[in-house]
């Protein structure tokens, strides 16, 4: 009947799209539904090292994220590398840490994730302020549904999950960033009053970061993140998952707004 009316009001095209939206909806919660295979979990484990702290809940969803993600985004070799599922799980795996609790789309405009061996060379100027300007790289996030990892970085991200550098969390952070079509920092947040708070807290803790690098002072987070309001809320991310207790007691108004923003609080994950 909905079908019949918008076709009605809106003419046979809009009917079209409708529909192929209605699909695409009705092929993700399946996917979302679907079990994953008992091959996937030393995969996992091995890869996420915190995958066994996770609620059943927790990792239910993880799982369902992990399933729209190799359904429907394509996986490319670069520079001699033959894919295999490990890289493509591993990649997912830690991709879709990022969503959970959010009950948002899994990268909807992400198309290709590239993979390389090892730390490449790039020629590309990156437009939506990831990482900018020639040279070697260990990732990037493209504005045009494109994502571009090392695996050497993708594993080392795992072996030391608690160094503040994971370069998967990296890029997918970008990923989220520029859902809005702009690279600022500013993700797409729940509700529109949250981000005077965000603004002013991100502000004051990028400034803080600027002025420290410029001294030559050390932080809880990495320096690059004084790139700019981009890359300081990527390396934020990567400092929430991995070293969240560091983070909430040096900068405890930062930590509140990535725990608002992630839903999920990695302290819980800590050994104690």
């Known amino acids: 009947m909905q079908a019949i009316i918008i076709s009605t009001i809106f003419g046979i095209p809009a009917l079209f ?35 066994g702290k996770l609620s059943v809940d927790l990792k ?27 890289i493509m799980l591993a990649v997912a795996a830690q991709a879709c840490m990022l969503l959970l609790n959010r009950k948002v789309p899994c990268y909807p405009n992400l198309k290709t994730i590239l993979m390389y061996p090892h730390t490449y060379v790039s020629g590309r100027k990156g ?18 549904g494109v994502v571009v990892l090392s695996w050497d970085s993708v594993k080392g991200g795992a072996i030391n999950f608690r160094d503040g550098h994971n370069v998967t969390f990296h890029e997918f952070a970008h990923q989220l960033d520029q859902a809005d079509g702009a690279a600022d920092g500013a993700p797409i947040l729940p509700e529109r009053s949250a981000y005077s708070a965000w603004a002013r807290v991100f502000s004051k803790e990028y400034e803080q970061l600027c002025a420290k690098t410029s001294k030559g002072k050390k ?15 990527a ?14 007691e040096k900068h405890p108004e930062l930590y509140k707004e990535l725990r608002y923003y992630y839903r999920v609080d990695p302290i819980e994950w800590v050994e104690p």
């Not at 040279?135 to 493209?142: I, M």
């Not at 390396?235 to 909430?248: G, H, I, N, S, Y």
């Open 235 to 248: 390396v934020a991310t990567e400092t929430f998952f991995e070293k969240p207790q560091q983070l909430k």
């Open 60 to 86: 239910r969803q993880l799982h369902g994220y992990m399933q729209v993600f190799l359904g429907e985004k394509k996986f490319e070799g670069c520079g001699g590398l033959e894919m295999t599922e490990e």
């Open 219 to 233: 932080s809880t987070m990495d320096r690059y993140g004084a790139t700019n309001p981009a890359e300081f809320f």
């Open 127 to 144: 437009m939506f302020g990831g990482d900018n300007g020639e040279g070697a790289r260990l990732g990037e996030s493209w504005g045009l």
């Open 17 to 51: 799209f409708y529909l192929r939206a209605k699909a695409r909806t009705a092929r993700r919660e399946k996917l979302f539904a679907t079990p994953p295979p008992e091959r996937w979990f030393p995969i996992i484990e091995k890869n996420l090292p915190v995958y």
